[in-house]
């Protein structure tokens, strides 16, 4: 069995894969903003320091890690940049060497079907935040709403993951993202009670009939990590019940 960080475990996703992992028999690090292992605040360079200092005193290597901790489209402009992409990749870099030290060791990184069905005329600031320039892009988000600036740090996040795939490759650590649609937690209990974003929330398309349940992403990324996905490298798994491909149905990936 192996050892695992999970961040934003406190919570929905987090905790879900938490309790995922506990009961496959693996040893879970959580880290969180409250109520974790590693206590941080992944919106502050200095927190996502602390936190990969906190880990890398608990253990010398690591099997695999699940980057939940995100804030929604309803958060402060500069904590939805902080967290959604500057700390995911600070964690995810901090943590590459414990975790070329592991056996089979995988990552999946929550991003978020908000790439997809988020129109978006300028994508420049995912350009600026995947250029590590944090001062420029909180300017930049400073002039967007909070959906543009959510859906841009989800499609940051995930193009810094798929931009790892040889570096990571070559040490032999696989590296995903899954791209939840809705799913029942409190960050989209605030985004459905926001007077501007809870009617286009309830409104998206849901081809089953109902929104996730955090145990419908834990499940997934699960498999993931598992060695049974030992091709899947790279990819970004929508995990959304068919919300994507009613706003792109005839998109092939
Ligand atoms: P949630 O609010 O239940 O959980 C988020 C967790 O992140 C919480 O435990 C919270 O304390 C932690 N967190 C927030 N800010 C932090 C900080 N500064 N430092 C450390 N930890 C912090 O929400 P969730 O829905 O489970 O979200 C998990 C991930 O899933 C997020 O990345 C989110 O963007 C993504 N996601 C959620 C939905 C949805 O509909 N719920 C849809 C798409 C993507």
């Given at each position: 069995?192996?050892?695992?960080?999970?961040?934003?475990?406190?919570?929905?996703?987090?905790?879900a894969v938490?309790?995922h992992?506990?009961?496959?028999?693996?040893?879970?690090?959580?880290?969180?903003?409250?109520?974790?292992?590693?206590?941080?605040?992944?919106?502050?360079?200095?927190?996502?320091?602390?936190?990969?200092?906190?880990?890398?005193?608990?253990?010398?290597?690591?099997?695999?890690?699940?980057?939940?901790?995100?804030?929604?489209?309803?958060?402060?402009?500069?904590?939805?940049?902080?967290?959604?992409?500057?700390?995911?990749?600070?964690?995810?870099?901090?943590?590459?060497?414990?975790?070329?030290?592991?056996?089979?060791?995988?990552?999946?990184?929550?991003?978020?079907?908000?790439?997809?069905?988020?129109?978006?005329?300028?994508?420049?600031?995912?350009?600026?935040?995947?250029?590590?320039?944090?001062?420029?892009?909180?300017?930049?988000?400073?002039?967007?709403?909070?959906?543009?600036?959510?859906?841009?740090?989800?499609?940051?996040?995930?193009?810094?993951?798929?931009?790892?795939?040889?570096?990571?490759?070559?040490?032999?650590?696989?590296?995903?993202?899954?791209?939840?649609?809705?799913?029942?937690?409190?960050?989209?209990?605030?985004?459905?009670?926001?007077?501007?974003?809870?009617?286009?929330?309830?409104?998206?398309?849901?081809?089953?009939?109902?929104?996730?349940?955090?145990d419908?992403?834990a499940?997934?990324?699960?498999?993931?990590?598992?060695?049974?996905?030992?091709?899947?490298?790279?990819?970004?798994?929508?995990?959304?019940?068919?919300?994507?491909?009613?706003?792109?149905?005839?998109?092939?990936?």
């Amino acid at each position: 069995m192996g050892t695992f960080v999970v961040t934003g475990s406190a919570s929905g996703i987090g905790a879900a894969v938490s309790r995922h992992l506990g009961e496959a028999g693996h040893t879970v690090v959580g880290v969180d903003i409250r109520d974790a292992d590693v206590t941080a605040d992944l919106a502050s360079p200095a927190g996502r320091e602390a936190a990969v200092h906190a880990v890398q005193a608990m253990t010398d290597r690591l099997d695999g890690a699940v980057l939940c901790a995100g804030v929604g489209p309803t958060a402060p402009l500069d904590v939805i940049v902080g967290v959604n992409h500057f700390g995911t990749v600070a964690v995810l870099d901090g943590l590459e060497p414990l975790l070329a030290a592991g056996t089979d060791p995988a990552v999946v990184v929550i991003g978020s079907h908000a790439t997809t069905v988020t129109p978006l005329e300028d994508t420049s600031l995912a350009d600026t935040m995947l250029a590590g320039d944090e001062d420029a892009a909180l300017a930049a988000a400073a002039a967007l709403p909070g959906f543009a600036v959510y859906a841009l740090s989800k499609q940051a996040v995930t193009r810094a993951v798929r931009h790892r795939v040889t570096a990571w490759g070559d040490k032999g650590i696989r590296i995903n993202v899954v791209a939840p649609g809705p799913v029942a937690t409190p960050l989209l209990d605030a985004t459905r009670e926001d007077a501007l974003l809870g009617a286009a929330a309830d409104a998206l398309p849901k081809p089953l009939g109902r929104v996730g349940v955090p145990d419908d992403i834990a499940a997934v990324a699960l498999f993931l990590v598992s060695r049974a996905a030992g091709y899947v490298h790279g990819a970004v798994v929508v995990v959304d019940g068919g919300t994507d491909c009613i706003a792109r149905p005839d998109a092939v990936c």
